[in-house]
């Protein structure tokens, strides 16, 4: 049993979300103590020059300027340190990951935070923590040469210290529903609760 479970949805459709649905059947699987959920469907503030400032700036520096730029990405940092697992539902949307995940990712990816530089190259600082990427496409098979949405959430998960990634497909749903759906239930059969 997972303790914690941070669940992060990302599609824009609430509604007949392939994504949310798998999320779903997931969250349910791994029967966590506790769900922290954030929906992205509103999308998130892009980081801007404000933002860039304050981050930037030596913490014992920062005005209460620097320090509200930075308060919701702190908010999302704490989410994600306090979770012992992540499920993230990623639909592809041309070909890559919504805007709203990936302004999830520009707070969350902080230098001195979530990931460090070294003499040897980054480190990750978010070490010990699993993470389920929920993949839901029309037309994008998985880890093809056309998917850009998976391997940059491989990466940047890892990036910041995150290595126990497991993918749940539910790929190419317009090509042939019934493969995808097989898929995506053999995949959720193999994760552990």
Same mark, same amino acid.
């Given at each position: 049993?997972?303790?914690?479970?941070?669940?992060?949805?990302?599609?824009?459709?609430?509604?007949?979300?392939?994504?949310?649905?798998?999320?779903?059947?997931?969250?349910?699987?791994?029967?966590?103590?506790?769900?922290?959920?954030?929906?992205?469907? %509103? %999308?998130?503030?892009?980081?801007?020059?404000?933002?860039?400032?304050?981050?930037?700036?030596?913490?014992?520096?920062?005005?209460?300027?620097?320090?509200?730029?930075?308060?919701?990405?702190?908010?999302?940092?704490?989410?994600?340190?306090?979770?012992?697992?992540?499920?993230?539902?990623?639909?592809?949307?041309?070909? %890559?990951?919504?805007?709203?995940?990936?302004?999830?990712?520009?707070?969350?990816?902080?230098?001195?935070?979530?990931?460090?530089?070294?003499?040897?190259?980054?480190?990750?600082?978010?070490?010990?923590?699993?993470?389920?990427?929920?993949?839901?496409?029309?037309?994008?098979?998985?880890?093809?040469?056309?998917?850009?949405?998976?391997?940059?959430?491989?990466?940047?998960? %890892?990036?910041?210290?995150?290595?126990?990634?497991?993918?749940?497909?539910?790929?190419?749903?317009?090509?042939?529903?019934?493969?995808?759906?097989?898929?995506?239930?053999?995949?959720?059969?193999?994760?552990?609760?």
């Amino acid at each position: 049993m997972t303790d914690t479970l941070l669940r992060i949805d990302a599609s824009a459709r609430t509604e007949g979300s392939t994504s949310r649905a798998l999320t779903d059947r997931i969250a349910a699987k791994l029967a966590p103590a506790r769900t922290v959920t954030r929906d992205l469907s %509103g %999308g998130l503030p892009l980081i801007d020059a404000n933002w860039i400032a304050a981050n930037f700036t030596p913490e014992a520096d920062r005005t209460d300027a620097h320090r509200a730029a930075l308060a919701l990405s702190d908010d999302l940092i704490a989410e994600l340190k306090a979770a012992d697992t992540l499920l993230i539902g990623v639909p592809v949307y041309n070909f %890559g990951v919504p805007t709203g995940l990936k302004a999830w990712v520009d707070q969350v990816a902080r230098a001195g935070v979530t990931f460090r530089y070294t003499e040897a190259g980054p480190e990750g600082l978010l070490k010990g923590k699993r993470a389920i990427l929920a993949v839901a496409s029309g037309g994008t098979e998985v880890d093809s040469p056309i998917d850009f949405a998976t391997p940059y959430m491989r990466h940047m998960l %890892g990036f910041m210290g995150i290595t126990d990634i497991q993918v749940v497909r539910s790929d190419r749903q317009m090509v042939d529903a019934t493969a995808s759906s097989a898929r995506a239930d053999t995949d959720i059969e193999g994760l552990a609760a």
